[in-house]
């Protein structure tokens, strides 16, 4: 069980908008900043989204961040079948002392 | 461009040890945190562990404290993963990570392509 809680799965069809939550507590998102990840399947995550919603250099600005208390989100806008991935949050947590993870959210483009 | 190259992953017994490697270009090494993040065959990802910049903080998961150690030679650019008392469940996909501070955070902007360990009698 992780110690963020995601949706196993999400899905929409194309050109919609998707949202995955993100949901933590105090000691973790309620304190520190999120990242996401996005992984295709045999490959390594990638850097989504971090600072909550900031974007590196080459990720599309269909992919934004934001957060709010102690759950953090993802939306993907305009969804293409590409998007279609494992997407995964992570923050810092300050009781166990080290970065936790969520269990993941599978996305299907319909 | 930066590069993170894992090595070192097998099949191993339950109870013996595999050293993982992690070879670093493209940045300055000795500027950057580093972690391993492994992720169990069709399971999601599970932070292990990570060093400050110097080697002089480490942190692991509870899982793997007093059998794994990482390390670092930033004159040679390599993180390392002494892994000993293997067990069943260790069996993953380690991944090295950079994280985009000197200390250890959380995992960032650059992965390695993973290495498999498999720990099976």
């Known amino acids: 069980q992780s110690v963020l809680t995601q949706p196993p799965s999400a899905s929409g069809a194309p050109r919609q908008r998707v949202t995955i939550s993100c949901s933590g507590s105090?000691?973790?998102?309620?304190?520190?900043?999120v990242n996401w990840f996005q992984q295709f399947p045999g490959m390594a995550p990638k850097l989504l989204i971090y600072?909550?919603?900031q974007r590196p250099s080459g990720v599309p600005d269909r992919f934004s961040g934001s957060e709010s208390g102690t759950s953090a989100s993802l939306a993907i806008s305009g969804l293409q079948s590409e998007d279609e991935a494992d997407y995964y949050c992570?923050?810092?947590?300050?009781?166990?002392?080290?970065?936790?993870f969520g269990g993941g959210t599978k996305l299907t483009v319909l | 461009q930066v590069q993170l190259v894992e090595s070192g992953g097998g099949v191993v017994q339950p109870g013996r040890s595999l050293r993982l490697s992690c070879a670093a270009s493209g940045f300055i090494f000795s500027r950057h945190g580093m972690h391993w993040v492994r992720q169990a065959p069709g399971k999601g990802l599970e932070w292990v562990a990570a060093i400050w910049n110097d080697g002089g903080n480490e942190k692991y998961v509870d899982s793997v404290e007093g059998r794994f150690t990482i390390s670092r030679d930033n004159s040679k650019n390599t993180l390392y993963l002494q892994m000993n008392s293997l067990r069943v469940e260790d069996t993953a996909v380690y991944y090295c990570?950079?994280?985009?501070?000197?200390?250890?955070?959380?995992?960032?902007?650059?992965w390695g392509q993973g290495t498999l360990v498999t720990v099976s009698s």
């Open positions: 992570a923050s810092w947590d300050d009781n166990l002392n080290g970065p936790v």
């Open positions: 105090r000691s973790n998102i309620g304190r520190n900043t």
């Open positions: 600072f909550n919603s």
């Open positions: 990570a950079r994280d985009h501070t000197t200390r250890a955070t959380i995992p960032s902007d650059y």
